[in-house]
């Protein structure tokens, strides 16, 4: 749910009850910050684990995807700079036995 937007940004409450696709995001940056619930923060190659007051920085391009641990939704406040369109969405997988590589397709969910 977007919060508001101004030029420079946009801000966003996500509430997540399983896993996101990894994907990327080519022209907006953007800053994760955990509200409620636990899980981890698959961010490039590294997997980061995320708890209430947990802030993430995902540069444009990173492919990253959040996991929800905690049996309950994990809720999230997102900022996007610039402000986010809804199409800056790049599907990425897994390659095999390294970091995600681009995949092609549209979005899996």
């Known amino acids: 749910m977007e919060l508001g937007r101004d030029a420079a940004t946009s801000h966003h409450v996500v509430g997540l009850r399983d ?15 955990t ?3 636990h899980g981890s923060m698959l ?3 590294e997997e980061r684990v ?4 947990s802030v993430v920085y995902v540069p444009r391009g990173v492919p990253h ?4 641990a905690s049996g309950a939704p994990l809720y999230g406040y997102a900022v996007f700079t610039p ?5 800056d969405r790049v599907p990425v997988a897994e390659g095999p036995g390294g970091p995600p590589a ?8």
């Open 35 to 37: 509200l409620e619930g």
């Open 50 to 53: 995320v708890g209430p007051r």
């Open 65 to 68: 995807s959040m996991r929800n």
């Open 102 to 109: 681009e995949r092609g397709g549209p979005d899996p969910r």
């Open 83 to 87: 402000p986010f369109d809804g199409k």
């Open 43 to 45: 961010l490039g190659s």
């Open 19 to 33: 896993r996101e696709p990894v994907h990327r995001h080519d022209t907006h940056d953007l800053l994760v910050v």
